[in-house]
């Protein structure tokens, strides 16, 4: 959905939104963020320094950029576009849905700092609902979809171990549906859409649907956040 059209969806449930916020006390759709245990299977946190990357899909990618950007041990988080067939998409073609590209975020991370392992436990938590299908909040869609891409058979054994653990732990009320694909080609989204929740902190879109996001990394997941 392309941001204009993002804001006037919400525009007119504004006002509704505001009260039921005020009446639950929790600051938004993100409110439904489960604390999810960590993966009996990961990789080791060990230096000397090196760096990975992981791409991640779940709606939104300007909230799953701006999470993974507080996570400690991420150094660049870049928001675009994989799992599709279209070569160099842009963002009017994924939003049509018909490339079979999702809208994607590709984190680099530090391995002597976070391990691959703890950032799934971010994706799981607090970066977005994996029971829905094909959306997430307002944003409906394959192009919304749930998704690890995965860069390696290690990446595919611990995501697929994770998911196997919380669905055997009952983690969710409702099956997850995340996607484990292999990742062919990740394409960096336009300028405009890069660090764009620290650019529109004041957009109803993200005060509403990302902000709150990063209010539970910081609260739930603590060891693991940084300003």
């Known amino acids: 959905m392309r941001p204009l059209a993002r804001d006037a969806a919400i525009a007119g449930v504004i006002a509704v939104g ?8 929790s600051p938004g759709p993100a409110s439904a963020a489960v604390i999810v245990p960590s ?7 060990t230096p000397p320094k090196g760096t990975q990357t992981a791409v991640f899909a779940g709606g ?3 909230g799953i950029e701006a999470v993974y950007e507080h996570v400690k041990g991420v150094t660049r ?21 018909r490339t079979g590209h999702a809208e994607a975020v590709e984190v680099t991370f530090d391995t002597s700092v976070v391990s691959y392992g703890q950032l ?5 938590s607090v970066a977005h609902d994996p029971t829905e299908l094909n959306r997430q909040g307002p944003d409906v869609g394959t192009q919304y979809r749930s998704a690890i891409f995965y860069a390696n058979d290690e990446q595919k054994r611990i995501a697929e171990a994770y998911i196997d653990q919380l669905t ?14 292999p990742l062919k ?20 879109y993200i005060v509403i649907n ?12 603590p060891e693991l956040y940084r300003r």
């Open 18 to 25: 505001v009260a039921l916020l005020a009446w639950r006390g």
């Open 39 to 45: 993966p009996t299977l990961d990789s080791r946190v």
């Open 60 to 62: 939104c990618f300007w």
């Open 77 to 97: 988080a870049v928001s675009g576009y994989a799992g599709g067939n279209v070569v160099k998409p842009d963002y009017e073609q994924v939003s049509s849905g």
């Open 120 to 124: 799934l436990k971010v994706f799981f």
């Open 168 to 181: 055997k732990a009952k983690t969710f009320p409702r099956p997850i549906v995340t996607q484990v694909a």
């Open 185 to 204: 080609t990740f394409y960096p989204a336009e300028d405009y859409h890069q660090d764009y929740l620290v650019h529109h902190m004041d957009q109803p």
């Open 210 to 221: 990302d902000l709150p996001k990063l209010d539970h990394l910081k609260q739930r997941l």
